[in-house]
């Protein structure tokens, strides 16, 4: 296997499942983070911003950390604090950040990281695609030099914020249509594989039993993000950001189509809407994520938060 490292740049709105993933990123051999944007999603951007830092602090991720877009491109910023509280992270104590936010946005970071880079670089979009999009508007001299964007958002059969839309894309539709149209790779993990990749509290009970602050985080994290869900009558809490990396990482472990993906931006019931056409006609502009290996997927996440914990215990 090649041993060479994915440049990555992770962009979201942490947000519980955003910081899980990139706290599986961080503990995969395979990626060489190069910065941390935010974006507007699941709280307001300073929610999100100050999570983010606090991440990177508990993670010890000297990376600089970038503000990137507090609306979306035309629309009114809709959050959610139903799953993820007021703070956008709420239910485990969190170090205070080390790191200054940086003093360039996120797009001015994204556009530093990619033309500073000798190989081509991989986006990982886990909230809203504001800031991907406003990169791809700014800066398509550097369109060439993204390698991949691997993205959570979207389902090519139902939403969860609307019947039809999922949440990263209904916050921000204009924006996910500059990105499926940009021509840039994308690999999508929606809804189709996202909802089957769960971890049950059985299984999480095993990361609350290892040391350190990174496992107690994510346990406390997952107590709280299952309340919501489990409401709503999930029998686990739903990774999804962590697809976006983990299908990047391990993509043998998934089931991915080669697929054409269009963005609905008017329909009274449709707006936000990631339209699959099955038909192939040997066009397609993204990878579908549509299935996992769910055993194998949340031993994954063990394993992430096992690296944490040992080096703790081993100083
Ligand atoms: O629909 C799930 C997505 O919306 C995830 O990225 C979650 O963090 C929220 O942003
Ligand atoms: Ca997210």
Redesign the pocket.
């Known amino acids: 296997m090649d041993n060479k490292k994915i440049p990555v740049i992770l962009d979201?709105?942490?947000?519980?499942?955003?910081a899980i993933a990139w706290i599986i990123a961080a503990a995969q051999e395979c990626f060489d983070i190069r910065a941390i944007t935010t974006v507007a999603?699941?709280q307001t951007l300073d929610k999100v911003t100050y999570n983010a830092r606090s991440i990177a602090a508990l993670l010890d991720l000297d990376v600089e950390v970038a503000k990137g877009r507090e609306l979306p491109l035309c629309s009114e910023l809709i959050t959610?604090p139903a799953?993820?509280g007021e703070s956008g992270l709420d239910g485990a104590d969190l170090p205070e950040p080390v790191k200054e936010e940086s003093k360039l946005s996120a797009v001015e970071v994204m556009a530093k990281v990619l033309s500073e880079s000798d190989e081509k670089v991989t986006i990982v979009a886990?909230?809203?695609q504001t800031n991907v999009a406003a990169l791809l508007l700014c800066h398509p001299e550097l369109k060439d030099k993204i390698a991949l964007i691997a993205t959570?958002?979207g389902g090519l059969v139902n939403g969860?914020?609307t019947a039809l839309a999922?949440?990263?894309i209904a916050?921000d539709p204009e924006a996910a249509y500059i990105v499926y149209h940009s021509g840039v790779p994308i690999q999508m993990s929606g809804?189709d594989v996202?909802e089957k990749a769960y971890i049950t509290p059985e299984e999480w009970e095993k990361i609350r039993q290892m040391e350190g602050p990174v496992a107690e985080a994510v346990s406390k994290w997952l107590d709280f993000y299952f309340i919501h869900l489990k409401d709503l009558g999930w029998k686990g809490a739903?990774m999804?950001?962590p697809c976006a990396v983990l299908s990047l990482a391990y993509p043998e472990i998934f089931t991915i189509r080669e697929m054409n993906v269009d963005i609905d931006l008017s329909g009274e019931y449709t707006r936000g809407m990631t339209l699959a056409d099955f038909r192939g006609f040997n066009k397609t502009n993204c990878k579908a994520v549509m299935d996992v290996d769910r055993e194998k997927f949340v031993e994954l996440i063990i394993k992430a938060c096992e690296k944490y914990s040992k080096e703790v215990h081993h100083g």
Do not use: I
């Not at 979201?12 to 955003?18: A, E, I, S, V």
């Open positions: 979201g709105d942490p947000g519980h499942d955003d999603g699941n959610a799953f993820h886990t909230g809203p959570m958002g969860n914020r999922e949440f990263n916050v809804l996202c739903n999804y950001d």
